[in-house]
């Protein structure tokens, strides 16, 4: 047990040092960052210049709130939409259910990226390109399958009776989805929100091809251009990059309870 | 189960409502695209039409002079880049089974830290790993000395020689999580009886583990193989954001990924073409394609075998 817990616990150091030495320099002043390292930031080194770089002269706010509207409107495409497709591929017997739900599962092993230049070749001829609107269709599309895939195991324990029992009571089918099936379906959608929230707000791809605009670039390639150009200012690099550690460890340690049960009970199916 | 009879409700249009937005976003933006980007592959562009080229792209690909030479430098590094990618599973595997120990305590706190880089961008990993591993800043070889190999740093981002490799471990390093999860989650859920019987029969230890435990988690570890591939073969961002379009230094580093922004985007010299672009992606559809079919037929049939 002794061994186990040595192995533990230096593999943990090995995963979270790196990211713990980026967040204590970044709050360090230029010297202290190259004198020492591997000192926390004291009295002597404390120096909050990289943040105010940062928020000065990168439009982070904007950055921020686009990465934020394109990755709410996206869960929010394919919770809606994935959990009515799993509704009708779970509850209803008809002839093409069997290849519905095989053609919509393609896309999980299959990645949306493949189809980039035909995709740009849409968003050209619907002039999307940069705006928004093309990289929530590109996410929601690509989101689809798998929420499609884990809400319709689901909803498929779903007891019958509790269905039937409304259809007596002379609710319509849309009802029946929305009031008694969604509302049983939650800790699922959460789950499915939470892994497809992740890869939404990380991606480089798509922004770079068909948003790179600076009126609608994400968080994720601001930063990357931002880091880019300011490479030498290593106190601006170190807090930019800490920013964006912030807010996804922020959501981790609040979500991490349900994400891992998430994990683990989808995988044990 | 039982359902209502169809007679009973005449009126199925719902089914299509529920189904339409789904299918429809889908099939348009996911579905025609892959497929429109496959069809461009055989087309050449002239003037502002494209024109009937058959397998010609393809022929330039494999054959070119010039061309050839990037992909199959650009092919030859994505699976080098799979095969050290490949080493998260033993590590992920083998954190899984210390985390799965009964008895153990802090292991919620363990999984947590451990998978934790799993979640940042490669922005944030790619970066962070560049000024971590740069001779400009001492934390690396500060931390080597401290454990007395401060003679092995070497720029290992910067050297032809050792700079995909390295880049394969930082992915390593972030994505070791996953195995750890999945493995973890089938670990957990083999049945007490037969741990019991293995005990028993005086299997305990190691060997039980390799006896008992790993053969019957071998359908997750097929998964999350083939989750590894189909990432692998479509990776971009971690090349990108560390060493930047061209695969530096000297396209050592350049994959399948980054070879296919540069051709259908263009890059300083480079013109952008969107034949020679989709070309590149069918070749990566292709292969992801074989992995995924030899995944389904070979892999997950013979090991539904040992599924209780």
């Known amino acids: ?269 | 189960m039982t359902r209502v009879p169809p007679r009973t409700r005449r009126n199925r249009t719902h089914i299509v409502v529920f189904l339409a937005p789904a299918v429809l976003i889908y099939t348009a933006v996911m579905i025609v695209p892959l497929f429109e980007t496959l069809r461009l592959s055989l087309f050449t562009t002239s003037g502002n039409h494209f024109v009937w080229n058959g397998v010609a792209n393809f022929g330039v690909l494999f054959f070119d002079e010039r061309q050839s030479l990037g992909f199959w430098n650009a092919l030859r590094n994505n699976v080098y880049f799979f095969v050290i990618q490949m080493l998260q599973n033993p590590i992920g595997i083998g954190l899984a089974a210390l985390l799965a120990l009964p008895r153990l305590r802090a292991g919620a706190f363990y999984r947590t830290a451990i998978f934790l880089p799993t979640l940042l961008s490669f922005v944030i990993v790619g970066f962070g790993w560049k000024l971590i591993l740069s001779p400009l800043w001492g934390v690396a070889p500060s931390l080597l000395g401290a454990v007395g190999l401060k003679g092995l740093f070497a720029p290992y981002l910067g050297r032809e020689s050792s700079a995909l490799t390295t880049l394969g471990f930082i992915s390593v390093w972030q994505y070791v999580g996953v195995p750890m999860m999945l493995a973890y989650a089938a670990l957990i859920s083999i049945p007490d009886e037969i741990i019991d019987a293995a005990e028993v029969d005086g299997v305990v230890g190691i060997a039980q583990f390799f006896r008992v435990k790993l053969p019957l988690i071998w359908p997750t570890i097929g998964m999350i193989s083939i989750l590894t591939f189909v990432g692998n073969f479509n990776a971009f961002d971690l090349v990108y954001v560390t060493q930047g379009a061209l695969g530096a230094p000297n396209y050592s580093t350049d994959i399948l990924g980054t070879l296919l922004y540069r051709t259908f985007f263009g890059y300083q010299l480079q013109l952008g073409d969107p034949n020679m672009g989709a070309t590149v992606a069918t070749m990566m559809f292709l292969i992801i394609l074989a992995g995924v079919c030899v995944y389904l037929f070979a892999v997950q049939r013979k090991i539904s075998r040992y599924q209780f």
Do not use: C
Request: hydrophobic letters at 60%.
């Open chain 1, 1 to 269: 047990m002794l061994a186990a817990h040595a192995v533990l616990i230096a593999y943990t150091a090995v995963a979270v040092l790196p990211v713990l030495f980026i967040v204590m320099n970044s709050f360090k002043s230029r010297r202290a960052i190259f004198l020492a390292p591997l000192a926390l930031p004291g009295p002597g080194s404390f120096d909050l210049v990289g943040y105010t770089t940062v928020l000065k002269t990168g439009a982070f706010g904007s950055y921020f709130a686009n990465s934020l509207i394109v990755t709410l409107a996206s869960l929010a495409g394919i919770i809606a939409f994935g959990s009515m497709a799993a509704f009708a591929l779970a509850e209803y017997r008809f002839r093409l259910n069997t290849l519905t739900a095989l053609y919509l599962m393609l896309g999980i092993m299959i990645p949306i990226r493949l189809g980039t230049v035909g995709i740009l070749e849409l968003m050209v001829a619907g002039h999307l390109v940069n705006t928004l609107v093309a990289l929530i269709l590109v996410y929601v599309a690509s989101g689809l399958p798998v929420a499609v895939f884990v809400l319709t195991e689901f909803m498929r324990t779903i007891s019958d009776d509790l269905k039937n029992a409304g259809r007596v009571d002379g609710l319509s089918e849309y009802e029946i989805y929305f009031w008694l099936v969604l509302p049983l379906v939650r800790p699922a959608i959460a789950t499915v929100a939470v892994f497809t929230m992740i890869p939404i707000w990380n991606d480089l791809w798509f922004p770079l091809i068909l948003a790179p605009g600076e009126a609608t670039k994400t968080i994720t390639l601001g930063a990357q251009q931002f880091i880019g150009q300011y490479v030498t200012d290593w106190n601006a690099v170190l807090a930019a990059l800490s920013l964006g550690i912030f807010p996804v460890v922020g959501l981790y340690l609040i979500f991490s309870k349900n994400l891992i049960r998430g994990i683990t009970s989808g995988a044990v199916k």
